[in-house]
């Protein structure tokens, strides 16, 4: 028999099955119970989280034969439950609204609708990725769901709900999936070794179910990849091979050369990642992560659960993050989040990495601390451990002058249109208010005529920017340095989204730019950014 993957052929068949989301499958299970089940729901929440898992059994609960109208307990063995189960059954109409066979079978769906059932109770439209929809294609639907005829039920699934129009959101009933949690995933990940016969490492398990994040569907697929690597056991080793992440031994010698202060450590560290195969763009994802874990350290509120770690694991958090102060890693959090941001069009990834990495360690950061006084020691911290004196020292002058501090605190250095004038203003409007410097790290600048053009990547960026113009001691600051900086007056004025530039040439030249460039381009930028 063909190999069938594991989240497949776990896909659950029951309400019970459905781990972590008990909010959801309870409430179906009482609708069913008093026959009173909505016409649509809609289904919000991260992926591989069971949205389409709990579409379809509620498909089953609505057609089961065994019963005579809908119930909380299909039977799972009659025509319909089996049908279901293999996906094959004509009346549960599966369509996804981000294909462009999805866009035309939705422009249908009225047409469609009308249509009687064929073989089953009702029909079931489940439309995944609704928010993709087209203005066309949502009217469309919002006619059907004004009025559905008795025999239709939809189901539509998101996970990004903010996208949905409120016409389509005011009809339906709807539910939020939530990550599931760690514990369930280990549980479900441990019952599935168990059917499968493998040896499996409780260990491997929660590192696994760590780095899923709460999606069920990519625990299973790592590790359906585990035991193919492995050849049948799951073990830390095969795990860490497989998914090429950092692991926590790694994440804290990582975090230890921060703590030292050693930023020249940061670039063969890098490179010995990189040779082991593993990408910036997970160890960062990792490293922020970390981060926040240590920072709960840092706050006296690291529990087992909490971080997501065992006992020994949480011991060594507590003991270096005494290493830190809350402000130090706040900042770095932000950095790494802007250098994973930044790592969506940039594609010099291992650059981005070393930056990030290197700013961090060497203070170059949002702290009052480290640029305004680059000789002193980081921010003293009173609680600190006076053995651990020793290993903190002034963060070192840069071994090589050539690449100054300066690139760090301003634009970022690989961005190829921030221009050098820019960046030197940026830095002193930073060495004045951090905050505001760091805002204005991913901008860039143009001058025209008597006017500096400065474009921010996001419309968050660009409110904040506004704020600050709003404020008249903030627009003074900026307007000041840039005057002393281009040796003029500058009027300055703003702009949304020059950056990503990767993201438009690709589009511009018809290559491949990822989905969320897409999404970009498509709502022109709107994408609310983090700015950690
Ligand atoms: N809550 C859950 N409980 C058990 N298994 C799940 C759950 N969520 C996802 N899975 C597993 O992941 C696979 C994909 O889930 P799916 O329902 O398609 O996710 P979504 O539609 O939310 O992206 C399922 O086949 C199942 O094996
Ligand atoms: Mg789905
Ligand atoms: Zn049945």
Redesign the pocket.
Known sequence: MAYQSL??K???QTFD?????DHVCQTLRNALSAGKVAHAYLFC?P????????ARLLAKALCCLRSDGPTPEPCGVCDACVAIRENRLLDVVELDAASNRGIDEVRNLKEVIGYQPTWARYRIFIIDEVHQMTKEAFNALLKTLEEPPDHAFFVL?TTDPQKVPVTILSRCQRFD?RR?PMPQVIG?LGRICQAEGFDCQEAALATIARLADGC??DA?TTLDQVVAYSGGSVTVEAVNAVLGGAGFDVLFELTDILARHAAQEVFPFVERLVSEGRSCAQVLEELLRHLRNLLVARLGAATETGLEADAETVRRYVEQSSHFDEATLAAAIGRVGRALEELRWNGQHRIVTEVALASIAGGFLTTQTAVAAPAAPPTPHGARPPAHEATVRPAPEPPDPEPPPEDEAGASAENPVASDEWQRAVLAIHNARPALGAQLGQSTAIESGDELIVSVPGSFQLDKLMDALDDPEGRALIESNVAKVYGRPLTIKTELGAVPPKARQQAATGGRASAVDLVLEMFEGSRPLDDH
Request: proline fraction near 4%.
């Open positions: 989240y497949l776990y896909r659950p099955d459905v781990i972590g989301q929440g992926r591989g989280t069971g949205k389409t898992t709990s699934a999936f599931v479900l069920v569907r299973i």
